[in-house]
C-alpha cells in the first residue's frame, strides 16, 4: 500500500507550488517636479500596471500658475491609456486648459485606431501613440495623438546633445511637427522617461523626476 502524504507535505508542496508561479499583476510609478522658468507650478504622475497581457497607464497632470499668490493659470489632465503586444488598444483623456475643456476616446478596430475627440475625429494608424512619452518607443513613431484633442501630429524625432535640465548620461532628442507641436524628451540607458523641455507660453517649462520614481521601462512592450 502507497503511504500517503502527511498534512504538513501537503502545506509545503502547496506553498512552493504557488511560490513558482509568475506574476500576473504588476505595477511601478513615476513622478515629475514641473517648473516654468525655474519656478514650482505642478505635477505629472504615472502609474502603470500590468495585468495578463495588458498594460494601463494612468497619468494625473495638476499645473497652477500663481502670481503674487493668485492662480493666473490652470492646467488639469487625466488619462488612462490600454495597451497589448505594445500597440495602444484603448486612450481616454479628459483635460480642462485654464477653462478650455478637451477630450479624446481612441478604441481599436482591426489594424486602425478610431478617435472621437474636441480636435480631431477619425482614423489613424494602428501604431500611432499618444503625447504621454513614458514609453521611449514612441520616438519612432508617427504619429502622434495629442492627448488634449486627438490631433495627429506628424513629428519627427532627432537625437540632440543633452541639456542642462538633464540627468547625467540620459540621451535626449528633439520631437517637432515642424509647425505646432515641439517637445525634447530624454531618457536613461535602460530607456526610462527621465524628463523633458517644451515652450511654456514664452518661458522654459522643465520636468525634472521626483524622488522615489520607479522603473517603468519594463512595461513599454
Not at 504622475?45 to 494612468?58: L, P
Not at 476616446?105 to 501613440?129: C, N
Request: net charge neutral.
Amino acid at each position: 500500500m502507497t503511504a500517503l502524504p502527511d498534512r504538513r507535505s501537503l502545506l509545503a508542496g502547496g506553498a512552493a507550488s504557488l511560490i513558482a508561479l509568475p506574476s500576473l499583476a504588476a505595477n511601478a510609478s513615476r513622478s515629475f517636479r514641473v517648473t516654468r522658468a525655474g519656478s514650482d507650478i505642478g505635477v505629472h504622475r504615472v502609474n502603470v500596471t500590468r495585468d495578463g497581457a495588458d498594460v494601463r497607464a494612468q497619468t494625473d497632470i495638476d499645473i497652477a500658475v500663481k502670481f503674487l499668490g493668485i492662480t493666473a493659470y490652470r492646467y488639469e489632465m487625466s488619462y488612462t491609456e490600454v495597451y497589448r503586444n505594445g500597440l495602444l488598444q484603448s486612450f481616454d483623456a479628459r483635460s480642462n486648459d485654464d477653462g478650455d475643456r478637451g477630450y479624446v476616446k481612441a478604441v481599436r478596430s482591426g489594424e486602425m485606431l478610431q478617435i472621437d475627440g474636441s480636435g480631431y475625429s477619425g482614423p489613424a494608424p494602428g501604431t500611432s501613440v499618444p503625447t504621454s512619452y513614458w514609453r521611449r518607443d514612441c520616438l519612432g513613431v508617427s504619429p502622434w495623438i495629442s492627448t488634449q484633442s486627438g490631433k495627429l501630429f506628424a513629428v519627427t524625432a532627432t537625437e540632440i546633445a543633452p541639456p542642462p535640465q538633464a540627468p547625467a548620461g540620459s540621451r535626449a532628442w528633439n520631437v517637432t511637427d515642424n509647425g505646432e507641436y515641439t517637445v525634447k524628451l530624454w531618457y536613461d540607458t535602460t530607456g526610462d522617461w527621465t524628463g523633458c523641455s517644451f515652450d511654456a507660453g514664452g518661458e522654459l517649462g522643465v520636468y525634472t523626476q521626483a524622488p522615489g520614481s520607479s522603473s517603468l521601462a519594463g512595461f513599454a512592450s
